[in-house]
C-alpha cells in the first residue's frame, strides 16, 4: 500500500505514526535525504563504515606487505645504500591504497547492504510513483505485514494527512 | 513560489534579523523541487542547441589533433618535443602537474566542503567533480607518454615481468602512480554515487524506451528509499572524509618528486602544502572559466547564484594569497639558507632570461586576484570570467617556472641552456584542451549538471521544521523573563 505526501513535515509524521503503529516491513521514499527520517523510521546507524574499514586496513596491509616483499625478499636492490625496506618510503603508496580500498569498501558496501543494483522493483512500474524523483514523498507498507489490514492501515496513513492511498500488486 | 512568499510564511510576530544579515537563499526565487528537477534535466532532454554542436565540434577537432600529436610523438620519439639538454622536462611535466592541479577543486568542493557542512557546494559539484575527472585524464597522458617507449607502461605497475623485476617504490615518481591512479579511481566513484539518485531522476522523466533503460542501468534501480538513503548518505561521508586526505595527499606527493631531488629551487619542504594551495586556486580559477558562461547559456542562474560566485571568489582570493606567501618565502629561505647554489637559483629565477615567465607567474597569481577584495569585482560576470583566465594562464607559468627554470642552469655553467617548446609540444597542449571540452560538453549534454537530490535537500521546502516544508507554523508567545 503506498500513500502519497506533498511536504517533507507530513511525510516525517506519517513515518513516526507508522513507527509507532509498530510496523516491520515498510518505508519512505523521497526525492532526496530528508534530515531525520532515520529517527521518524526508527533506523539504527548505518553500518557502512565498516566496510570500508575493513577495506581500509586491507589497503594499507597489502601496499606495506607488497612493498616489502617486492623490494625487501624477491628482488633486492641496492639503492645509494638505503635501507631494502622501509616504512617511511612504504607509506605514501600504502596511504593510498588505504584510501582506494576504503572508497571501494564504501560504495559496495552501500550497494551490498541496499542490495543494489537491482534491475526490477514493483514500485517502479507505478506511474505515479515516478515522481518521488520528482517532487513527492510515499510511504510504503508491505501487505505482508503483520500488522498489517487494508481498512486500518489505509485509516492511520490518511490521518497522517495523505491524499492519495493505492495498493499496487506485485 | 516568489521571494516574497518566502518572507510571509516566516509568522509576523517571530523577530527577523534585519535585511543585511539574512542569508542569501541558495536557490533563488524560492523554487521547489519540481522546478530543480525539470530546470536542470531539461540541459539534457530534447534537441541539442546550436552553441552546443559548435563547441563540441571545435572541441573534437582539437581531440583529433591530440590523437595526431600522440601518435607522431610514439612513433617517432620524445625528440620530437622540445625537451633538450639540461631541460629534460619540459612542457609534459609542465602540462601535467598544471591539469592535475586544475582536478583539486573539483575534490575539494565536493569533499572538504562537504565535511565543512558548507551547503552552497551543492549547486557547483557535480560539474567542479566531472572537470577533475576529465582534467586528471588529461594529465595522465603525458607521464604515460613522456617515457619514450610507452609500450613499457605497465612497468609502473607491479605486475611480474620477464625480466622479474619489480617497481622500485623508494622512488616518488612511484609513489606518485599510486597517488594518481587512485586520486582518479576515487573520484570516478564518488562522482558516480553523487549521480546514482540523479539518474534515477532522469530514468523516471526519460521518454524514450532507449533513455529509460540507460539512464536505469546507471540509476542501478534506486528508488529513493529511506532505508537506501540511510546507507547512501553514510557511504557518502566516508567517501568525503577519505577524499579529503587524498586530495591533500596526491598533490604533496607530485610535489614530492620535485622536493625528494637535490635540485636548489626543488629540494624545498614547503613545496607540498604549497602544491595543495596552488592547486585549489589553479581548480577554483577552472570552475569559474567553466560556470560562469555556462551559467548564462544554460539559464541556470537560480541555481548558481551570485552568491555562488561570490564564494569561489573568495576562495580563490585565499588561495591565490597563501600562494603569494609561498613564493615570497621561497625567496626569504634562499636568502636566509646561505646556500649559494639556492640564492643563485633565486636571483636567476627573478632576474635571468626567463623573467618574463616569472612576471606572468607573479602578476597574475598574486597580484591580480587581490581585486577580489572588491564585491564589486566578485559581483561583475565578465570580469569574475576574464580573472578565472589570468589566474589559469598563471598557474600554468608556475609549473613552468619551478620546471624549467629549476633545471636550465644547474650547478655546471658549461651545461646551461634554454629551453623552447616545439610546435609539437604547442600541438598536444592544445589537443588536450580538445580531450577535455569534448568529455566536459558530453558530460553536460548526457548527464545532470547540478546535484538535483542534493540541491532539493538544501532548499527551505526540504525542512521539515520550515513553513514551506509543511511544518505548522504556531504562534510563539514571547518569553516572560525574557
Known amino acids: 500500500m503506498i500513500a502519497e505526501y506533498t511536504t517533507a513535515a507530513s511525510v516525517m509524521h506519517a513515518a513516526e505514526k507508522v513507527r509507532d503503529a509498530g510496523f516491520r516491513k515498510w518505508d519512505v521514499f523521497t526525492p532526496f535525504p530528508v534530515h531525520g527520517m532515520d529517527h521518524a523510521m526508527g533506523l539504527k546507524n548505518s553500518k557502512v563504515g565498516w566496510f570500508s574499514f575493513l577495506g581500509g586496513v586491507t589497503g594499507y596491509t597489502t601496499g606495506m606487505l607488497m612493498i616489502w616483499w617486492m623490494n625487501a625478499l624477491d628482488y633486492p636492490i641496492v639503492v645509494g645504500g638505503k635501507p631494502m625496506f622501509s616504512p617511511f618510503s612504504a607509506f605514501p603508496p600504502s596511504y593510498e591504497l588505504t584510501i582506494l580500498f576504503g572508497a571501494f569498501g564504501s560504495l559496495f558496501g552501500m550497494l551490498f547492504l541496499n542490495r543494489l543494483p537491482r534491475l526490477h522493483h514493483p514500485l517502479l512500474k507505478n506511474k505515479r510513483f515516478a515522481l518521488v524523483t520528482h517532487d513527492r514523498f510515499f510511504v510504503v507498507i508491505e501487505c505482508d505485514d503483520p500488522k498489517y489490514s487494508e481498512a486500518e492501515t489505509r485509516k492511520l496513513l490518511e490521518e497522517a494527512g495523505s491524499r492519495h492511498i493505492e495498493v499496487i500488486e506485485e | ?482
Open chain 2, 1 to 482: 513560489m516568489s521571494a516574497t512568499a518566502t518572507q510571509s510564511a516566516v509568522p509576523a510576530n517571530i523577530p527577523q534579523p534585519p535585511a543585511e544579515l539574512q542569508r542569501i537563499p541558495l536557490v533563488a526565487n524560492g523554487h521547489g523541487f519540481g522546478w530543480i528537477s525539470d530546470r536542470v534535466s531539461s540541459i539534457c532532454e530534447g534537441k541539442a542547441p546550436l552553441w552546443w554542436w559548435i563547441s563540441f565540434i571545435i572541441s573534437f577537432g582539437c581531440l583529433c589533433m591530440l590523437g595526431f600529436m600522440l601518435s607522431w610523438q610514439i612513433s617517432t620519439g620524445v625528440g620530437v618535443w622540445g625537451n633538450m639538454h639540461p631541460v629534460m622536462w619540459g612542457w609534459d611535466i609542465v602540462n601535467f602537474v598544471w591539469w592535475i592541479g586544475i582536478g583539486h577543486a573539483g575534490t575539494l568542493i565536493s569533499a572538504i566542503l562537504f565535511l565543512l557542512r558548507q551547503r552552497w557546494r551543492t549547486g557547483v559539484n557535480r560539474a567542479a567533480e566531472a572537470m577533475t575527472i576529465f582534467a586528471v585524464m588529461c594529465a595522465g597522458i603525458y607521464p604515460a607518454l613522456h617515457v619514450g617507449r610507452v609500450w613499457y607502461d605497465w612497468w609502473l605497475f607491479p605486475i611480474p615481468n620477464s625480466n622479474s623485476i619489480w617497481p622500485q617504490f623508494r622512488s616518488p615518481l612511484m609513489w606518485d602512480v599510486f597517488a594518481v591512479s587512485t586520486y582518479f579511481t576515487v573520484s570516478v566513484l564518488f562522482w558516480y554515487m553523487g549521480l546514482i539518485p540523479d539518474m534515477a531522476v532522469l530514468r523516471d522523466r526519460a521518454k524514450s524506451k532507449l533513455r529509460q533503460f540507460m539512464y536505469g542501468l546507471g540509476a542501478l534501480g534506486w528508488t529513493g528509499s529511506n532505508r537506501h538513503w540511510s546507507n547512501y548518505e553514510k557511504a557518502y561521508l566516508i567517501l568525503a572524509g577519505l577524499s579529503t586526505p587524498l586530495v591533500l595527499s596526491v598533490h604533496s606527493i607530485v610535489s614530492l618528486d620535485f622536493s625528494v631531488s637535490q635540485l636548489p629551487g626543488w629540494h624545498t619542504t614547503i613545496f607540498p602544502p604549497y602544491f595543495v594551495a596552488g592547486a585549489v586556486f589553479s581548480g577554483f580559477g577552472m570552475v569559474l572559466t567553466l560556470l560562469v558562461p555556462l551559467r548564462s547559456i544554460c539559464k541556470l542562474q537560480d541555481l548558481i547564484t551570485m552568491r555562488h560566485i561570490d564564494l569561489m571568489c573568495k576562495v580563490t582570493l585565499a588561495t591565490g594569497s597563501i600562494v603569494g606567501y609561498a613564493y615570497s618565502m621561497e625567496f626569504f629561505i634562499a636568502w636566509y639558507s646561505g646556500s649559494p647554489m639556492e640564492s643563485f637559483h633565486f636571483m636567476n629565477r627573478a632576474l635571468g632570461p626567463y623573467q618574463w615567465a616569472w612576471l606572468l607567474m607573479v602578476i597574475p597569481n598574486v597580484v591580480v586576484p587581490q581585486v577580489f577584495w572588491f564585491k564589486k569585482c566578485r559581483q561583475t560576470l565578465w570580469f569574475v570570467f576574464i580573472i578565472s583566465i589570468i589566474v589559469n594562464v598563471g598557474m600554468w607559468f608556475e609549473r613552468f617556472v619551478i620546471i624549467v627554470i629549476g633545471l636550465h642552469r644547474d650547478f655546471l655553467p658549461s651545461s646551461w641552456g634554454y629551453f623552447s617548446p616545439s610546435k609539437v609540444d604547442i600541438c598536444t597542449y592544445i589537443g588536450t584542451f580538445g580531450l577535455f571540452f569534448t568529455m566536459f560538453l558530453l558530460f553536460i549534454r548526457f548527464l545532470p549538471m547540478i546535484a538535483i537530490s542534493e540541491v532539493k535537500g538544501v532548499i527551505p521546502q526540504a525542512d521539515p521544521h520550515h513553513p514551506l516544508g509543511g511544518a505548522k507554523v504556531e504562534e510563539r508567545v514571547p518569553d516572560d523573563e525574557g
